[in-house]
Nanobody
Framework: VQLQASGGGLVQAGGSLRLACTAS????????AGWYRQAPGKQRDLIAH???????DYYDSAKGRFTISRDDAAHTIYLQMNNLQPDDTAVYSC?????????WGQGTQVTVSS
């Protein structure tokens, strides 16, 4: 039972990245999922959430720049991040929750240079 995150890296301000989080070992289609991020010295915050029926919510600076989506056939959720800024530098991690419990993936580092 795990979530595997990928897609992080180094990007210049104004650039884009797409993060992916692939699930294995549990019934992904029943899961609500979210992307979180934790900047150095700060707490981990929820930035985007998607339900099993694809309703989405965005928080704080993710609004208008980030898009969360899911491909149930591929057991994967995505986070498309556009117009990245240095303040977006953080470790991004994914979470899935449902009747199976609450599962965290490992983080992926996103670094935005000015």
């Amino acid at each position: 039972v795990q979530l595997q995150a990928s897609g992080g890296g180094l990007v210049q301000a104004g650039g884009s990245l797409r993060l992916a989080c692939t699930a294995s070992g549990f019934f992904f289609t029943d899961a609500a999922a979210g992307w979180y991020r934790q900047a150095p010295g700060k707490q981990r915050d929820l930035i985007a959430h998607i339900t099993k029926t694809r309703d989405t919510d965005y928080y704080d600076s993710a609004k208008g720049r980030f898009t969360i989506s899911r491909d149930d056939a591929a057991h994967t959720i995505y986070l498309q991040m556009n117009n990245l800024q240095p303040d977006d530098t953080a470790v991004y991690s994914c979470n899935a929750a449902g009747a199976f419990g609450n599962i965290w993936g490992q983080g992926t580092q996103v670094t935005v240079s000015s």
